[in-house]
């Protein structure tokens, strides 16, 4: 059911049953619900046996059901459904990228966006203004503004969360990249970005962040 943080992300290695692609579709439903997409914006990805699941092109995530979903091989090539997200090469860079990584998720909240315009690319963007922020996701890189769909950007995106420990990209004026070992962790890393975001963009930049001293404490 919609609006439930608890949901568990299932086996996430075995083949795609109905079940998986019912799962798959609550946390489509719950990125829009947490207002990290809007209108047909934002992507996902999980691993399926030795396939993707991916979302459809041109659906509110609101929307996406089970039998939309689209399967495609490690190549890309459409197993089952009609066509993938067009961000489905950054997702296959990414899943390739980093096999400790099941999910990726591709959202475009508007806080992390406002964020992004905000700060200069670079390996470490956003400061380190919550402790679960920091858990999750700091230092966190982002990468100046790429065209979505480019080979180029999956490029980019992939190289930059292959690095240990990585497990999101900022994209300037575009949105997040994120990754988990199953949904809830994927997820659990967009809100905690998306937290620190608000707060950062609500302080015009200016929120006093959590000392030095303090970070590797943290964990």
């Given at each position: 059911m919609?609006?439930?943080?608890?949901?568990?992300?299932?086996?996430?290695?075995?083949?795609?049953?109905l079940?998986?692609?019912?799962?798959?579709?609550?946390?489509?439903?719950?990125?829009?619900?947490?207002?990290?997409?809007?209108?047909?914006?934002?992507?996902?990805?999980?691993?399926?046996?030795?396939?993707?699941?991916?979302?459809?092109?041109?659906?509110?995530?609101?929307?996406?059901?089970?039998?939309?979903?689209?399967?495609?091989?490690?190549?890309g090539?459409v197993?089952?459904?009609?066509n993938?997200?067009?961000?489905?090469?950054?997702?296959?860079?990414?899943?390739?990228t980093?096999?400790?990584?099941?999910?990726?998720?591709h959202?475009?909240?508007?806080?992390?966006?406002?964020?992004s315009?905000?700060?200069?690319?670079?390996?470490?963007?956003?400061?380190?203004?919550t402790?679960?922020?920091?858990?999750?996701?700091?230092?966190?890189?982002?990468?100046?503004?790429?065209v979505?769909?480019?080979?180029?950007?999956a490029?980019?995106?992939?190289?930059?969360?292959?690095?240990?420990q990585?497990r999101?990209?900022?994209?300037?004026?575009?949105?997040?990249?994120?990754?988990?070992?199953?949904?809830?962790?994927a997820?659990?890393?967009a809100?905690?970005?998306?937290?620190?975001?608000?707060?950062?963009?609500?302080?015009?930049?200016?929120?006093?962040?959590i000392?030095?001293?303090?970070?590797?404490?943290?964990?």
């Amino acid at each position: 059911m919609k609006g439930n943080s608890q949901i568990k992300g299932g086996p996430l290695k075995g083949d795609h049953s109905l079940s998986s692609k019912e799962i798959f579709c609550r946390f489509c439903h719950l990125l829009y619900d947490r207002h990290l997409v809007t209108g047909v914006g934002g992507n996902m990805a999980v691993r399926s046996g030795e396939n993707i699941l991916l979302t459809p092109s041109g659906y509110s995530l609101r929307d996406v059901e089970p039998d939309m979903l689209v399967t495609v091989d490690g190549e890309g090539l459409v197993i089952e459904g009609a066509n993938p997200t067009k961000d489905a090469g950054m997702h296959l860079a990414v899943l390739r990228t980093k096999p400790d990584l099941n999910v990726v998720f591709h959202v475009h909240g508007t806080y992390l966006v406002a964020a992004s315009v905000m700060l200069e690319p670079g390996p470490d963007t956003l400061p380190p203004i919550t402790p679960g922020f920091v858990y999750y996701a700091h230092p966190l890189p982002m990468v100046p503004f790429l065209v979505p769909g480019t080979q180029i950007l999956a490029d980019t995106v992939a190289e930059k969360i292959s690095k240990r420990q990585c497990r999101a990209v900022l994209l300037q004026n575009h949105g997040l990249v994120t990754g988990g070992k199953d949904f809830e962790e994927a997820l659990n890393v967009a809100e905690e970005i998306d937290e620190a975001a608000r707060i950062f963009v609500l302080t015009r930049g200016k929120a006093k962040t959590i000392p030095l001293e303090d970070l590797n404490k943290i964990g």
